[in-house]
């Protein structure tokens, strides 16, 4: 594998190159830039990204005024829901994690915008401060949208080219979320085991998934049923994203090793894991400028590639010279 570039390329994607650093002269791998799909920046100290090897994040729940007002500039590259916008006393309102500034109670599907708890209101909100998703709440265990607030919510959020992403949690939220056409899940379902019909319907609609598997690690029905359906769901050619919830208990900032193992423990491996990291999902193209770099020699297998990924580190791409 060493000095091999088609060996690496075959093992971790067409994206691979060896290359090494000018300022150091230290060998490794250059990938695109690696991207956390579901994170939570209010809860977290960011400075630790870069070095992790995550160079560009999704924030899935925040104030939407702190978010639009974090400089541009700044590694992790940053594209964020603003406010969770939930039902009337729905997840996550009285959550001890969730101050009232990330959420918005929506109670009526007005598509007109300056309605008191519209379904337009709260979307636009969300555009104004320069949201690039727009998440939803689907807890059974709370109040959840009636069907016509949440379809004039997706239709909103769609009219201004944003997709949708839920989180759903307990029984019947899927089923919610298909009919409402929900793009993406915040989590690979874990309440229950899918059929493999729903798993299917949910492929050919379209949705992708954020896999979020570690947070289930004490869980056992949790982590079976998540594991179980983000499997299905891959076999059956569904676009998974790498994704961590970030915020929610003890986790690393930047690669999360436990989540890309367990990912990998779901089947999906090698350059198939790869693409769940450097999917740019919701930017519309790769992040500019930078590069996720692992310095040292490549893994020799796909059973090395989860530790391996463990030394991952942002570096400018001017800092990088190829090696083939």
């Not at 060996?7 to 791998?29: D, E």
Request: aromatic content about 6%; glycine content about 10%.
């Amino acid at each position: 594998m060493n000095g091999n570039p088609f060996a690496l390329r075959a093992l971790l994607g067409p994206s691979a190159v060896l290359c090494r650093t000018a300022l150091t002269g230290s060998h490794g791998v250059a990938l695109p830039p690696f991207i956390d799909h579901h994170v939570h920046l209010h809860l977290i100290d960011e400075s630790g990204f870069a070095a992790g090897g995550i160079a560009g994040v999704v924030d899935l729940g925040g104030d939407p005024v702190a978010l639009a007002r974090r400089p541009l500039e700044l590694i992790p590259h940053l594209a964020y829901a603003g406010a969770i916008l939930t039902a009337q006393g729905g997840y996550p309102s009285g959550r001890t994690w969730a101050p009232s500034s990330i959420w918005r109670e929506v109670t009526d599907s007005s598509l007109h915008p300056g309605v008191a708890g519209g379904a337009a209101t709260a979307v636009e909100e969300q555009v104004a401060f320069g949201a690039a998703v727009i998440k939803i709440a689907l807890h059974s265990d709370t109040a959840v949208f009636d069907a016509a607030t949440l379809g004039a919510i997706v239709e909103v959020a769609h009219e201004n080219s944003l997709p949708v992403v839920a989180h759903v949690q307990g029984e019947g939220m899927l089923r919610l979320a298909l009919d409402a056409e929900v793009d993406v899940l915040a989590h690979a379902p874990f309440s229950e085991a899918l059929t493999p019909d729903l798993v299917s319907e949910c492929v050919e609609a379209g949705q992708q998934w954020v896999s979020t598997l570690d947070i289930h690690r004490d869980a056992p029905a949790a982590i079976s049923h998540a594991t179980q359906n983000l499997a299905a769901f891959a076999a059956a050619d569904g676009r998974v994203l790498y994704g961590t919830d970030l915020g929610n208990g003890e986790l690393p900032v930047g690669i999360n090793v436990r989540e890309v193992a367990a990912i990998h423990a779901a089947g999906i491996q090698g350059s198939a894991l790869i693409d769940t990291l450097i999917d740019a999902w919701p930017y519309s193209d790769a992040l500019a400028g930078v590069a996720t770099f692992i310095p040292g020699d490549p893994p020799a297998s796909i059973e090395d590639i989860p530790r391996w990924l463990a030394n991952a580190t942002v570096v400018p791409h001017e800092e990088l010279v190829h090696d083939d």
